[in-house]
């Protein structure tokens, strides 16, 4: 269990979130749980599915996690889903299954057939609809029921997805939720990232981390039922759109700061006559003298942007330098946390 000084990332189990996972150091591994969540455009065949137990094995290992099955919630038989548990359990997962108030039966049953020992943990994903529902509390004590599980057993965590201007102040979200102490954990997820960098002019930009903000001045200002732990969409806008092919996407490095983002935007890949893979290394090289930058040490995603900009390796691609910046996004949340909870303390 753990409560709001903790930081739960929702990522997608793509290559770029996986390596960023995988590469994390140990101390910001121990203080975050991620949300990982099979991409929205997935198949919905058994045989992907029954592929992620080794993978996030590798990738994450024995630490816990929430799963949400994504396009697997439905289709999926219930021959499959007890296979995908025996699988993570074998392999040693320490998965936390991932259900919502429109999950179906088969999953549902499936969760509740895996309560079968002490200890053992759910989640509830409720959304924004969810929320503001009036029939909520019968809603939750019928998932609960279906379930077999307690609140004392049952993460409770709030996905707003985009995030909105009404978000600022979270108080009034939070007295929505029935029973608001007796879930085992709290957490409040949402995203202000752009959903692409399409009309960014090249160079230089600022964008404010909405999400972190409003939680930031919430739990520090507000009186609130419960203080929830905070959770994003990282350097990622809340709902992707599946990618075209031939895209000609910039060449562009986002980077984490304390309540914004730096974006360091170049142009077009493919455009005729441009620097094309070339201007990653001069980004890199610019975006270490900005102020931002928190040194090669900080994180596998820093010392990539460092060694890049040294040309100790080629300029790399989009998928790599999105790795870079989830695992920097990943390290500097976590450790911005931990600092405010140390000076709040002091």
């Known amino acids: 269990m753990f409560d709001h000084s903790h930081y739960v990332p929702v990522l997608r189990w793509k290559q770029a979130e996986q390596h960023a996972l995988r590469d994390l150091f140990p101390w910001v591994k121990s203080k975050l749980t991620p949300l990982i969540e099979a991409p929205e455009w ?5 045989g992907p599915l029954l592929k992620y137990p080794a993978s996030l094995l590798k990738m994450w290992g024995t630490a816990p996690f929430f799963f949400d099955f994504g396009p697997f919630s439905s289709g999926i038989s219930a021959d499959t889903l007890e296979e995908f548990f025996a699988e993570s359990m074998s392999r040693g997962l320490s998965m936390i299954p991932t259900v919502g108030l429109a999950s179906n039966a088969v999953l549902l049953d499936a969760v509740a057939n895996e309560n079968k020992e002490d200890g053992q943990e ?16 019968a809603a939750l004590e019928e998932l609960l029921d279906r379930l077999r599980f ?28 029935p029973k608001i102490t007796k879930w085992r954990t709290l957490t409040v ?26 939680w930031f001045t919430s739990v520090k200002n507000h009186a609130l039922p419960r203080k929830p732990t905070f959770g ?45 893979f070339a201007q990653y290394p001069a980004n890199a090289d610019l975006l270490m003298m900005q102020p931002e930058f928190c040194g090669a040490w900080f994180s596998p ?11 100790k390796k080629p300029t790399g691609n989009p998928k790599t330098w ?18 405010m909870f140390v000076s709040l303390r002091g």
């Open 150 to 177: 307690q609140e004392s057993a049952v993460n409770l965590l709030i996905d707003l997805k985009v995030h909105q201007p009404s978000d600022s102040v979270l108080a009034p979200l939070l007295f929505q939720i």
């Open 189 to 214: 997820v949402s995203g202000s990232f752009r959903e692409n960098l399409t009309g960014v002019p090249v160079g230089r930009h600022e964008f404010p981390r909405n999400e972190w903000t409003a």
């Open 232 to 276: 994003d969409y990282a350097i990622l806008h809340p709902k992707l759109v599946k990618p075209k092919p031939n895209l000609n996407v910039s060449a562009s490095i986002r980077y984490t700061s304390f309540d914004y983002w730096v974006v360091m935007k170049g142009e077009g890949l493919r455009n005729k006559s441009g620097a094309g």
């Open 122 to 137: 759910a989640c509830i994903r409720l959304y924004r609809d969810d929320i503001n529902r009036s029939d909520l509390n």
């Open 301 to 311: 995603g820093d010392r990539y942007i460092s060694e890049i900009a040294l040309k």
């Open 322 to 339: 999105l790795q870079a910046g989830i695992s920097h996004h990943l390290a500097f949340t976590t450790d911005q946390m931990t600092k």
């Open 42 to 46: 997935g198949p919905k065949s058994s």
